[in-house]
């Protein structure tokens, strides 16, 4: 089966811009994760869909950062306006209702924001 | 609260060795507890994962882990090490209706 697409798989944007990430998840996986990865440190869930409705979002900035998954398929992550502190690795996840801890993570989004 | 920690940044291991690395976890409930690896560049591979049954967990390329109730701990270990072991390692733990949360990541380096 194909995995976790993500794109891009780098972006350079200077603080104050705007930046959106895509995230395709595995077919017939109804639950999608964005995690926010800073340099040295662990993946940190910002928001959990469960098919088109959020699930969790209690750690997402919300004064800047956005994401949505309309359709309950693909899904993406707006961070408007980017501060320097937003440079981290975004990685998208899925996973279905057979294996729900079983996540299938994508290769990830590097955003430097300079 | 619940909490997961990797208490060494780094762990050194000849080739052929084996190796630990180290989790414990604090969790209301029963934990369900994860082992994922990271090579450079790449998202995060899932190796294995303990949600109930058997106390010892086997798992992708020869990884195996052990759930410890008493000592709150799932240390990840192999019997013999191999060079192309080297990368992050994260332990991630959750419990029902709580999410799941992943520790800082220890850094696997095998020595040829």
């Known amino acids: 089966e194909a995995g976790v697409a993500q794109s891009p798989r780098y972006k350079i944007i200077e603080k104050r811009q705007s930046v959106a990430f895509w995230c395709n998840p595995i077919?017939?996986?109804?639950?999608l994760y964005w995690y926010q990865q800073i340099l040295g440190q662990g993946p940190k869930l910002l928001i959990q869909f469960q098919n088109n409705g959020v699930v969790d979002d209690s750690q997402l900035p919300k004064d800047r950062f956005s994401a949505e998954r309309l359709k309950g398929v693909d899904s993406t992550l707006k961070i408007q306006p980017a501060k320097l502190e937003d440079s981290a690795v975004y990685l998208c996840a899925s996973s279905s209702r057979r294996t729900p801890y079983g996540y299938t993570f994508g290769s990830g989004t590097r955003l430097t924001v300079v | 609260a619940q909490s997961v920690a990797q208490p060494e940044d780094q762990v050194n291991v000849a080739e052929g060795n084996p190796l630990t690395v180290k989790c414990t976890y604090s969790v209301s409930g029963n934990p369900y507890l994860f082992w994922y690896v990271q090579y450079p560049n790449r998202g995060l591979q899932f190796l294995l994962k303990?949600?109930?049954?058997?106390?010892l967990v086997k798992g992708s390329y020869g990884f195996e882990a052990e759930f410890n109730k008493s000592q709150t701990s799932f240390h990840l270990k192999k019997p013999s090490a191999l060079v192309s072991d080297s990368a992050l390692y994260f332990c991630?733990?959750?419990?029902?209706?709580?999410?799941?949360?992943f520790g800082a990541g220890t850094r696997l380096f095998v020595k040829a």
């Open positions: 991630a733990v959750g419990a029902r209706g709580f999410k799941t949360i």
């Open positions: 077919s017939g996986h109804a639950t």
């Open positions: 303990y949600i109930t049954g058997d106390n």
